[in-house]
Structures are given as C-alpha cells and as structure tokens.
C-alpha cells in the first residue's frame, strides 16, 4: 500500500474547495436554492416543476428538449415532470406549427395560478439575498453569471 501523496501546494492557506470555482458556484447556489424551495415545496409542487412552471411563465411555448435544456434536467426526466403537470392541469401540450414530431408546453390558466404567488416569493427571496452586496455589486455579479453562462454556452 503506497502512502498518501502530499497536497500540492498552493499560493495562498485558503484550503482547495473555498477557492474553487465550481465548488463555489455549487455551495452558493444550494445555499440560497434551499431556503426557496422549501416556498416550492409548501405549494406543493417539486423542484423540477417549479423551474418548468417559472420558465413557461413568460408566455412561451417551448418544446421538453428546450426546458430540459433550461431547467437544468435530462429531457425523459422532464418528460415525467411535463405529464404529473398536465394531469395536474397547469400545462398543456400542443402540436409545433414547424415540425409536428414536436409539441410545445405552454401554461393553463391554472398553471398560472399556480406559479404567480411563487414568482412574487421568487423575486422577495432574490431581493433578500441580494440586499447583502447593495445595488451595483448585485447588478455586477448577475451581468458576470451571465457572461460566464455565455461563454460556456457558446464555446461547445
């Protein structure tokens, strides 16, 4: 049995995972992620369902391949999610005026219903997490998420 190696040493004594970008994008994200979801949860709805919900809130039909891309989940995954909604009447499904092998989901009326009260909590639970860092500094780390999302994105 061969000894363990030594840590490779660092510039810094800020141990590996507390500089580490994707640990750090990961630990924040469950860390203000938790305390919303617990709002998800008393609605009754799941994780998965809330995101596919708040993303179809804004009046676009979108195809399971496009929300699985956004709700951050494999599209058969998704494809369970979008049935419990659709027989839970908050979505429904209709034929691609482009390509008929495809059906969009869209909101009921129902389904609006539903995700407006956790959009309004949505966008308080953000508020109170982003009045810790003021205006421009909150403004600052959305504009480089989103320059990151880009990035990675568009590099494939």
């Keep these: 049995m061969s000894a363990a190696r030594p840590a490779t040493p660092t510039s810094s004594d ?9 640990y ?3 630990r924040a994200s469950a860390l203000v992620s938790d305390e919303f979801h617990r709002e998800v949860a008393a609605a009754d709805l799941g994780v998965l369902e809330w995101r596919v919900l708040a993303t179809l809130s804004d ?19 998704v494809t369970k999610v979008i049935d419990r909604l659709e027989a839970s009447g908050d979505v429904v499904r209709g034929e691609s005026a482009t390509d008929r092998r495809q059906s969009l989901v869209s909101l009921t009326d129902a389904g609006i219903a539903h995700v407006t ?4 909590g949505a966008r308080h639970h953000e508020a109170s997490v982003l ?15 989103r320059e990151l999302i880009h990035q990675m ?4």
């Design 14 to 22: 800020t141990p590996f995972v507390d500089d580490y970008l994707l």
């Design 24 to 26: 750090l994008l990961a």
């Design 59 to 77: 009046g676009q039909a979108r195809t399971i391949n496009q929300l699985a891309d956004i709700v951050l989940a494999k599209q058969p995954t």
């Design 117 to 120: 009260p956790l959009l309004a």
């Design 131 to 145: 009045a810790r860092f003021g205006e421009t500094q909150s403004a600052q780390l959305k504009e480089a998420l």
């Design 153 to 156: 994105t568009h590099r494939r």
